[in-house]
């Protein structure tokens, strides 16, 4: 039995790309085990408790999410404004009335562009004639009604498809926003869908019907999508314009040569394909406006940009070589290998075991070309090859498909081999590259945001940043055996897994790589497990810096590591150092496989200048080296394949990938700012959720009732939490014994190794918490002073942007807590640091007092489970503070022992009634103000001034926006240093929104670094004072 599709938060835009009215669509567009109604009934009531009558399985749809990257089938039937998940579930005794119930829910529907008002229409309409209503529905340009005398069709004409307009009693929009839910779908996914949106030709049906059925290439037949003639020279033209939500009219001219004598089925799956209807149709269900937007172009203008550029594509050095090597390969005359290898028999390599890897060393070969084709024609972005490494297919043979592995961006090979072995098919894999190569925004992987190589359930993303995917991966190698060390169940990696990561020759010189490979003997060294794979291919150049045998030397003399050798050109030798490096690696330790003795052809990308720093015979035997050939020669000579079976699977391939070229390069880019800005991070949790993800966990322990200092909450806080959450971990430098503050007091000894020490080393430190969240942990990584930060400043930006980069997919949920920020007197600037980071997708917050800190600890851990990166900065001067004013004890406060009551991003905390003046601070800033307050009412007389505690950092929170319109005047005081302070972006915002008063000032921090034994330059409350009166003495000019 198939398992019940995911739901998924991306799923907020749709769109209905393909019908089939006359039952299931044919069988290879649906997964091999949904072949047939009974199986798609079965199926349906596996996922959804209930069955559906026959009638409601008479049609189909095609539902397209752009955002998730998913492509399901569902009956025509169930297409309606609500969800089957928010009605009563409806058992088979009922089943008749299934269909009604959804009709009579269902008040607009969306096919091809048509808004079509089913509800005004249903009448006495039969539970049977469901989908022939929806047929007659359908507009007269997009399905036309052929004639018996003209079987060519109406002539072609322009058809512009209605605007979505809202309607007042119609649902509105939905948007992606913080903690919004999204329902659930209830297609079934389809395993090798054609997603471009297209509606089959339909040759002699009955009018108003449609076909998908195959057409002949003799047929003459009145094309179905916007009235195409088909013509005697085999040759559709047609064009559409068409509009989509957006407002903007889209013109899209179709030309291609489809039919063939020689390939009729080929000919007639083209000519399907090339079928154009409306770019953004959506299911009421999934409103969204803001995605996809731009220009929707034919289907065949990337053949015919091709066709244009054909004798200069020819020129291009890959097209050369791949006709020297099909034209080798068809006449035999590879010759024997040049190179002695072991036989694919000798290391256990079954037939199906090399088929499966040259399928994907043939196709990594061969969507390199495309991808050069596709950018030489404008329609491709990304270029870096991976020519030469065809032959780490072996190390996805090697490993098991569930090992969780970070691929360098040339080892795309070892990428196709583990998505095959998942069981995707060769055509969606195929699709998938393309798609990544032509930034779609339907690329399951990056979601147009990157070209990424990965796809499979473990496989995670790798940069451009150059070896940043190292220490991540020592963080999930250790995670995935700690976690079930500490008890927890359905974890998302196994728990005898291993870690593997690639990467070139050049990137061990990288600190990113040297952090990892410390950190990872380290571990072993200390006696914890830590199986990470680190997979080094050698092609002796590293972009233009040769390699110098640089790498063997740097193995032998800094790695403590067992390392593993094999002949990077032979599929049996990386397969066997692989499996034996891999068989190692999973007891426990540490090691490294080098794939020696490849060459890199073609240069780096398309935009390298090769000539530049090598010499034209270099570039030639470079190009000269195919490690294909010498592979294909193997296979024949140990009798694994002829040549005319190797010319047969190599054409096979290469006929695909022009496939799903064509189709990627039709498919929406991304264009709509708004929804970059959605997948900045996860979905922001609601309180109420939180509160009663907490009421499910276990009792925290008992606190004291007296007042506490802001270290001692904070101390209680983390207590409570690592008590109720199993999966809590808390890791830093120095914490075991308390930390630099005794933040961390005690928890160690309570705790044990779910409180830890790592190396003083802020990249590593900072990865391992990226693994540990994809591992399934919650990590808290403490950075001992806020300066620190800058030493792995970029594992830091990796965490944040990963949602981004994934669409969504890959999350590295964590709490960063950033400690050794703003005011003191003791370690000068590197101890007071005052300057924040605040890229998209990072929550920063900054509380002023123990009792806030509490509640906002809890509400942050809950937002990192969900995916979300946050980042607690702690106030020096705060930590141990007592007093406000003299010996008053008022910055002690009692412990929030309650664990429901939590502080959400949005929460504000305004101290004082007066309506005057508001100062706006966070952190240390705010007793600072509530002391300049005091100085403004008893030596100024300046009476109604409140203080505004608004410790979210990274956006105008809403709590802020509803406040400030109360007061006449409003002071800014940011403890960050003037022209890096988190309120200017604030400032900004309200502005924006028209919200801020006529007065209003700005104060923040000195520009300059912090000197020792001085507070001269931070904020203090003379400059507060200050401000406060120049802004009372303006006088804003009216201007009429």
């Not at 040759?203 to 005697?232: D, E, F, K, Q, V």
């Not at 496939?659 to 949790?685: G, H, M």
């Not at 942007?801 to 999350?811: E, R, T």
């Not at 670094?1009 to 804003?1036: H, M, Q, R």
């Amino acid at each position: 039995m198939r398992p019940p599709v995911s739901v998924l938060p991306a799923l907020t835009a749709a769109e209905v790309s393909r019908v089939w009215p006359r039952g299931l669509p044919p069988g290879h567009e649906l997964p091999r085990d949904l072949c047939s109604v009974s199986a798609f009934k079965d199926y349906w009531h596996m996922v959804h408790g209930y069955l559906l009558p026959e009638a409601a399985l008479s049609g189909f749809a095609r539902v397209t999410f752009p955002r998730a990257g998913l492509v399901l089938t569902y009956p025509l039937a169930c297409l309606w404004l609500q969800p089957w998940a928010q009605r009563p579930m409806l058992s088979v005794k009922v089943g008749p009335q299934i269909i009604k119930t959804a009709m009579e829910s269902l008040k607009h529907l969306w096919v091809f562009g048509q808004q079509l008002d089913v509800r005004a229409e249903l009448g006495n309409i039969a539970v049977q004639d469901v989908t022939a209503f929806l047929h007659a529905q359908l507009p007269k340009d997009i399905v036309p009604t052929p004639t018996s005398s003209n079987l060519d069709g109406p002539a072609v004409r322009r058809a512009t498809l209605p605007l979505h307009e809202e309607e007042p009693d119609q649902q509105p929009p939905a948007k992606r926003s913080r903690g919004q839910s999204i329902p659930p779908t209830q297609g079934i996914q389809s395993e090798a869908p054609s997603n471009v949106p297209a509606l089959a030709g339909m040759p002699t049906a009955p009018a108003n019907s449609i076909s998908s059925s195959p057409i002949s290439a003799s047929s003459n037949t009145a094309w179905s999508a916007a009235g195409i003639p088909s013509n005697n020279n085999n040759t559709v033209n047609s064009t559409i314009n068409a509009t989509n939500i957006t407002n903007t009219n889209i013109n899209t001219n179709l030309h291609s040569n489809i039919y063939s004598n020689s390939n009729t089925a080929a000919s007639a799956k083209a000519a399907a394909a090339t079928t154009t209807t409306a770019r953004k149709t959506l299911l009421p269900t999934f409103l969204s406006g803001d995605f996809g937007r731009g220009s929707c172009r034919g289907f065949a203008s990337y053949r015919e940009k091709k066709e244009a550029q054909a004798g200069k594509i020819e020129q291009l050095p890959e097209v050369k070589r791949l006709r020297e090597l099909r034209e080798a390969i068809a006449s035999g005359s590879l010759g024997a290998p040049s190179v002695a290898a072991p036989t694919y028999k000798e290391v256990g390599l079954s037939k199906e075991d090399v088929d499966l890897a040259m399928d994907a060393a043939f196709a990594t070969f061969l969507l390199h070309v495309q991808s050069r084709v596709s950018n030489f024609v404008g329609e491709g972005y990304y270029t870096i090859g991976p020519c030469g490494e065809e032959m780490l297919a072996g190390v996805g043979l090697a490993l098991r498909p569930s090992d969780p592995s970070a691929l360098h961006y040339r080892h795309v090979s070892t990428s196709l081999v583990r998505a095959l072995r998942h069981g995707k098919a060769m055509d969606q894999v195929l699709l998938d590259r393309a798609r990544g190569y032509c930034v779609s925004t339907l690329d399951p992987v990056g979601g147009g945001h990157h070209c990424l190589v990965g796809g499979c359930p473990n496989d995670f993303l790798v940069t451009s940043t150059l070896a940043s995917q190292s220490c991540p991966a020592v963080g999930r190698a250790a995670g995935l055996r700690l976690a079930p060390h500490l008890g927890l169940q359905s974890l998302p990696l196994p728990a005898d897994g291993i870690s593997y990561i690639s990467l070139g020759d050049g990137s061990v010189n990288n600190a990113h790589f040297l952090s990892a490979i410390n950190l990872a003997e380290y571990m072993q060294h200390r006696g914890f497990q830590c199986p990470t794979l680190f997979g080094i291919s050698d092609n002796g150049i590293c972009i233009s810096l040769k390699g110098y045998s640089w790498l063997k030397k740097f193995t032998e003399q800094r790695l403590g590591m067992k390392i593993f050798r094999a002949d990077g050109t032979s599929i049996a030798s990386v397969y066997a150092a692989t499996k034996e490096a891999a068989d190692f690696v999973r007891r426990g330790s540490p090691a490294a496989v080098v794939y020696e003795g490849i060459t890199r052809r073609f240069g780096h990308a398309a935009t390298d200048r090769q000539d530049a720093y090598l010499t034209e015979e270099e570039i030639e035997a470079a190009e000269d080296s195919c490690v294909l050939s010498e592979e294909c020669a193997r296979l024949v000579e140990q009798g694994y394949a002829a040549y005319p079976e190797l010319l047969s699977k190599m054409n096979r391939i290469e006929e695909m990938i022009e496939t799903a070229f064509d189709q990627a390069t039709q498919e929406p880019k991304v264009s709509s700012r708004e929804t970059l800005i959605s997948f900045n991070s996860q979905p922001e949790v609601y309180k109420t959720e939180v509160q009663k993800q907490i009421s499910s966990l276990p009792a925290p322990p008992a606190t004291p009732k007296s007042p506490q200092l802001m270290r001692q909450c904070m101390t209680l806080a983390l207590d409570e939490q690592l008590s109720m959450r199993k999966n809590l971990v808390y890791i830093g430098e120095d914490v075991q014994h308390g930390g630099y503050y005794r933040v961390t007091e005690n928890l160690h000894k309570k705790h044990g190794f779910r409180v830890a020490d790592f190396p003083p080393d802020e990249t590593s430190l900072i990865g391992v918490g990226i693994g540990y969240a994809q591992a399934g942990l919650i990590p808290i990584v403490e950075i001992p002073y806020a300066k620190y930060l800058d030493c792995g400043g970029d594992m830091f930006f990796e965490a944040v942007i990963m949602n981004w980069l994934s669409a969504g997919k890959k999350p590295a949920g964590m709490v960063i807590r950033l400690q050794g920020f703003d005011k003191g007197v003791f370690g000068g600037n590197y101890h007071t640091h005052n300057t924040l980071h605040l890229p998209p997708g990072l929550d920063v917050v900054a509380y002023s007092n123990g009792r806030d800190y509490a509640r906002g600890l809890r509400n942050a851990i809950a937002q990192a489970e969900a995916g979300r990166v946050v980042m607690l900065v702690d106030s020096t001067d705060l930590i141990n503070r007592r007093h406000l004013f003299d010996k008053d004890d008022a910055w002690r406060m009692p412990y929030p022992d309650d664990p429901t009551d939590i502080m959400p991003f949005d929460e504000v905390r305004v101290h004082g009634e007066g309506r005057r003046v508001a100062i706006v601070s966070y952190g240390n800033g705010v007793p600072t103000s509530l002391r300049a307050r005091k100085v403004l009412e008893e030596e100024h007389g300046v009476k109604d001034v409140a203080v505004i505690d608004a410790p979210y950092l990274s956006s105008l929170s809403k709590g802020l926006a509803d406040v400030i319109p109360k007061y006449d005047a409003v002071i800014f005081a940011d403890v960050c240093k003037m022209g890096q302070h988190p309120q200017a972006g604030l400032i900004c915002e309200l502005q924006r929104r028209q919200l801020l008063p006529a007065r209003w000032r700005s104060v923040a921090a000195a520009t300059t670094y912090n000197p020792l034994g001085s507070t001269v330059t931070f904020l203090n409350e003379d400059d507060i004072v200050k401000a406060t009166l120049s802004s009372l003495l303006f006088v804003p000019t009216i201007r009429r």
